[in-house]
């Protein structure tokens, strides 16, 4: 199962507790998948500036520092995930961020970027 959906505008794919109501990321067996919201706020962050283990990592092969930390999709789930395209300095609790997907390795992942 792909972890975001196709078409111009994706959306990341959460699993919904049937019983509960309660939404996770990702989707997984015996919860109905849901589309989250493409916007949210930053709930928490840093930078990688030294290259994590490998494997699992799967980066380029010349390593650059990124920031990475948890976005809160309001009354759903927080995400962690990749920034991309904000700088390092201007990363703080609470800015609001869009869901993009971007280019990594020979694939692609999700981030979030700054909100257009």
Do not use: N
Request: charged letters at 20%; one cysteine or more; a negative charge.
């Amino acid at each position: 199962m792909s972890l975001w959906t196709d078409g111009a505008e994706p959306a990341l794919i959460g699993g919904r507790d049937p019983e509960s109501g309660r939404i996770i990321f990702p989707c997984a067996e015996g919860f109905d998948p849901v589309a989250l919201k493409r916007h949210g706020t930053i709930w928490s962050w840093t930078v990688q500036r030294f290259p994590p283990k490998s494997p699992p990592y799967a980066g380029p092969p010349v390593f650059e520092p990124f920031a990475l930390g948890y976005v809160e999709l309001a009354d759903e789930v927080i995400v962690e995930t990749r920034f991309d395209g904000l700088a390092f300095d201007a990363l703080k609790v609470g800015l609001p961020v869009a869901l993009r997907i971007v280019p990594f390795g020979a694939g692609e992942t999700f981030a979030f970027g700054p909100v257009a």
